[in-house]
């Protein structure tokens, strides 16, 4: 069963996430991909993590418009309801 | 060795079945996919699992994306998950293009091309997570090469080539590789009836064998091939040099 998605874990995870993904420097729900040097494919297995942890499946046209962590967590969070 | 299994789509015969056993030989558990030829299928794993190796028999019909998310969601929970994927299901319909109906047009490119992409999308992103992964695309010599009567088969292969190289790149650092497998002509059910007159313009003056392609998807699967990626290997006889 996909864990309960809580504003917590959820940030928990994608912060995990992003440090496994060799994310540079200090991850915050304001900082940008770009600062983090996240590139597309981290993305795309970001994506997958938070699949496998919370069920909650994230395609093309969600991701595309995504700037910061915080819009990732926002996005989940708010999937999972 | 690596935990995880093997993929070979429409494996119940040809050079499916030669690439399914030769990837159990190499060690793969063997997750042998059929569409409707059960018995083939089983006569494949039987082989395998005599020869000592480990294999699963599966039906599923690659053109329907709801039949591939299942095949995906049973192997991951009672086999292996997928770490080596052959895209080798496929038909031809021939005929010459002014006589080709959209019917046989759509169902080659959803059969050889399509269902390629889905089972490929559906396999990167384990494969991405494990940084380690292998896809195998069955294209032709046909498709880079003309042939009159089959220009929805030469379509679909050449789009599997151009589909190979850009998610090659897409993918390559993370471990995972992206090939094709180029056969020219080589004996199976698949080709009966195209031999006629073709030997001559063979170089090696005959046809290839299924074995002599899965040699090459088993080189291409394997640890040493971890360099060698958005490419095609041509396998032909020389028909193409």
């Known amino acids: 069963m996909p864990a309960q998605a809580t ?16 994310a540079e420097g200090e991850v915050a729900r304001s900082s940008t991909f770009e600062e983090l040097d996240v590139d597309s494919l981290d993305l795309v297995e970001l994506a997958q993590i938070i699949e496998d942890e919370f069920g909650v499946s994230l395609q093309g046209e969600d991701v595309k418009d995504l700037r910061t962590v915080g819009d990732v967590i926002d996005l989940v969070v708010a999937r999972s309801q | 060795m690596r935990e995880g299994c ?11 079945a030669a690439s399914a056993t030769a990837l159990a030989a190499e060690g793969w558990p063997v997750a042998v ?6 018995d083939g299928a089983e006569a494949v794993a039987e082989t395998i699992r005599e020869a000592g190796g ?3 028999t599966i039906q599923a019909d690659v053109r329907d994306p709801a039949a591939i998310a299942e095949l995906f969601k049973d192997l991951e929970e009672r086999f292996a998950p997928v770490l080596v994927v052959v895209n080798n299901a496929g038909i031809r319909a021939d005929g010459l293009a002014p006589q ?13 091309l399509s269902a390629a992409f889905r ?17 195998i695309n069955i294209a032709s010599v046909v498709g880079p090469r003309a042939n009159a009567g089959q220009a929805n088969y030469a379509a679909s292969k050449a789009g599997l ?3 190979t190289k850009t998610v090659a790149v897409e993918v390559a650092r993370r471990g995972v590789t992206v090939n094709a ?13 195209v031999g006629n007159g073709l030997l001559e313009a063979i170089p090696a003056r005959r046809a290839g064998t299924a074995d002599e392609i899965a040699t090459c998807v088993r080189f291409l699967a394997s640890e040493d091939a971890s360099y060698v990626t958005g490419t095609t290997l041509t396998v032909d006889g020389g028909l193409s040099a």
């Open chain 2, 33 to 38: 996919n059929y569409r409707s030829d059960a």
């Open chain 2, 181 to 193: 497998v180029a056969p020219g002509y080589v004996e199976t059910q698949l080709t009966d009836g």
């Open chain 2, 54 to 56: 480990r294999a699963e």
């Open chain 2, 161 to 163: 080539i151009g589909f």
């Open chain 1, 7 to 22: 504003t917590e874990s959820v940030e928990q995870v994608i912060f995990d996430g992003l440090k496994e993904l060799g």
């Open chain 2, 6 to 16: 093997a993929l070979v789509t429409g494996s119940a015969r040809g050079i499916g």
């Open chain 2, 119 to 135: 089972v490929t999308r559906r396999a990167l992103k384990p494969m991405i997570r494990a940084r380690f992964g292998r896809v």
């Open chain 2, 100 to 112: 080709l109906g959209d019917d046989e047009w759509e169902r080659v490119l959803e059969t050889n």
